[in-house]
Structure formats: C-alpha cells, structure tokens
C-alpha cells in the first residue's frame, strides 16, 4: 500500500508537501490532525503526536503493519530471512543446551569471586 491509498482511508486529510500528509488519527478521539504521515522509498511512516502506537492506527484502519511496506520490499526481506534460515541449518548453528554451554567453557575458567553470608 501506498501512502495515497492510505491517506484516502483517513479524515481531516491535509497535504504538506511532496509524499508528506497531516490527518486526524483513527486510533483514538480527535479533533485535529495528530497524525503525521510520510512516503519513503520503501514504507509509508506513521506518526501520532497524541502517542498512538502504529500497529494500534494500522488496526483501526483495517490494514497490518505488513501493509506499509511495498511487496517487492516484503518479498526481498522473507528471502533474507530464509537464506540467514538455511545457512543456519547448513553450519549446525543452533542455540546450545545450558550443560552444552558449559562445556564449552575454557578448563581454566574460575569463580571471579566467592560469597559468605
């Protein structure tokens, strides 16, 4: 989604420059443009001066975090994450067993410090 579709579900829409919108936020009551709105190369940003969080506008709106960033940007962040997921897989890079870990501390580790109550 665009900021231009975004923009066409909100009211008291007020253009403020190129890529850059004021409106009242539909997360909570408002009687005046509050929120901020802004077209990136890749996401559209929101910001409510009120302190609205973004995923509480995005569901009032009807629409998922997921919906302001363009697809092509989706796609390429799901393929990172899958190939991070695979090289993973293929080095055996996994989270170790606490008793695992502990082994794998050098022979001459020591305690830094002993208590006595």
């Known amino acids: ?20 919108w004021s409106a009242r936020c539909p997360a909570h ?37 997921r919906d302001l960033f363009r697809d092509d940007v989706r796609r390429r962040r799901n393929d990172e994450v899958d190939d991070e997921m695979k090289r993973r ?10 008793a695992e870990r502990a082994e794998a501390l050098p022979a001459h580790s020591a305690p830094i410090a002993a208590f006595s109550f």
């Open 29 to 65: 009551e408002d009687r005046g443009p509050s929120l901020s709105v802004l077209e990136t190369e890749d996401r559209v940003l929101m910001h409510c001066f009120a302190g609205c969080y973004p995923a509480d506008i995005c569901s009032a709106l009807g629409i998922s975090l």
């Open 1 to 20: 989604m665009n900021a231009a579709e975004l923009v066409t579900r909100l009211e008291g829409v007020r253009e403020r420059g190129p890529g850059k």
């Open 89 to 98: 897989m293929e080095h055996g890079s996994r989270k170790r067993a606490p």
